[in-house]
């Protein structure tokens, strides 16, 4: 199975991006999915998580009302739409099945995320 991210890259705070994940080699549409993030010298941390059918959704407090998170299960892709990046955003995100930390038993290679303040 393989899960690719992508959309990572620079921003000045206060703007958006858009990460995307392309999901094969599994059952996409059968499995929760979520994003993770990890910062220079800190844990893990979740950030979102979605059903499978994308009808139930949960966001860390850190990003509620400024990420998005949503699934597209024909095109096997995951998505995370950021607003409001702050420079505590800054980290390498991952797309993970499973939606939530202790559920997980995928993630990709990640794809860096810099916001400068």
């Known amino acids: 199975m393989k899960l690719e991210e992508s959309g990572g890259g620079l921003v000045q705070s206060g703007g958006s991006l858009r990460l995307s994940c392309a999901a094969s080699?599994?059952?996409?549409?059968?499995?929760?999915m979520s994003w993770v993030r990890q910062a220079p010298g800190k844990e893990l941390e979740w950030v979102s998580g979605i059903q499978s059918d994308g009808t139930d959704i949960n966001y860390a407090d850190s990003v509620k009302g400024r990420f998005t998170i949503s699934r597209d299960n024909i095109k096997n892709m995951l998505y995370l739409q950021m607003n409001s990046l702050k420079s505590e955003d800054t980290a390498v995100y991952y797309c993970?099945?499973?939606?939530?930390?202790?559920?997980?038993?995928?993630r990709g290679q990640g794809t860096q995320v810099t916001v400068s303040s």
């Open positions: 993970a099945a499973g939606r939530q930390l202790s559920d997980i038993w995928a």
């Open positions: 080699g599994f059952t996409f549409r059968l499995f929760g």
